[in-house]
T-cell receptor
Framework: AQTVTQSQPEMSVQEAETVTLSCTYD???????LFWYKQPPSRQMILVIR??????QNATENRFSVNFQKAAKSFSLKISDSQLGDAAMYFC???????????FGAGTILRVKS | GAVVSQHPSRVICKSGTSVKIECRSL??????MFWYRQFPKQSLMLMAT?????????EQGVEKDKFLINHASLTLSTLTVTSAHPEDSSFYIC?????????????FGDGTRLSIL
């Protein structure tokens, strides 16, 4: 069974600075999908970014980018120019190629200081 | 697009009551819907996978008779917490996947905060 590990329970970043959230996973599959979801205090789950394992190029969405290291099974999220609205709980998630079930990490609470 | 509506957003009821939570995909057909439970500051725990027209698949440790799931159409799945007790108080979230889009992310509802007195 696949597992997802987020080793940072909490992180802090100064407004306008850059922060990186870590995520590692364990799988024996070669093709799969990885996601980062954001959950603000409203508790709505918001998709931040996704990565297909067969793509070597790291995904980027505006201020959000990932560092996908397939061999190391690592999928970190970098948030540039952090904003107060980025404060939330961030979940890393894994999905197998052949199904829709998501496996979530424990989450990282990100605090943004003004 | 890809909007998932979950209702109600908040429920407060007495112990012993049965509570029904609805999850609707508003602008797409969802052959599969998922039900999660989340405790404060914790991750989402998958409870069951709901497939249209068939029985739900429950995760290990989830009581089927306590958490009844029905997926009667391609746009609606319901979770009924039967004879709810205070320990069932939690945040419940549904999500849905588009039909035939295996590479697409799940789309989440806004969640239901259930409080059993």
């Amino acid at each position: 069974a696949q597992t997802v590990t987020q080793s940072q329970p909490e992180m802090s970043v100064q407004e306008a600075e850059t922060v990186t959230l870590s995520c590692t996973y364990d799988t024996s599959e070669s093709d799969y999908y990885l996601f980062w979801y954001k959950q603000p205090p409203s508790r709505q789950m918001i998709l931040v970014i996704r990565q297909e394992a067969y793509k070597q190029q790291n995904a980027t969405e505006n201020r959000f980018s990932v560092n996908f290291q397939k061999a190391a099974k690592s999928f970190s999220l970098k948030i540039s120019d952090s904003q107060l609205g980025d404060a939330a709980m961030y979940f890393c998630a894994y999905r197998t190629q052949y199904g829709n079930k998501l496996v979530f990490g424990a989450g990282t609470i990100l605090r943004v200081k003004s | 697009g890809a909007v998932v509506s979950q209702h109600p957003s908040r429920v407060i009821c007495k112990s012993g009551t049965s509570v029904k939570i609805e999850c609707r995909s508003l602008d797409f057909q969802a052959t599969t819907m998922f039900w999660y439970r989340q405790f404060p500051k914790q991750s989402l725990m998958l409870m069951a996978t709901s497939n249209e027209g068939s029985k739900a698949t429950y995760e290990q440790g989830v009581e089927k008779d306590k958490f009844l799931i029905n997926h009667a159409s391609l746009t609606l799945s319901t979770l009924t917490v039967t004879s709810a007790h205070p320990e069932d108080s939690s945040f419940y979230i549904c999500s849905a996947s588009r039909e035939r889009e295996s590479n697409q992310p799940q789309h989440f509802g806004d969640g239901t905060r259930l409080s059993i007195l």
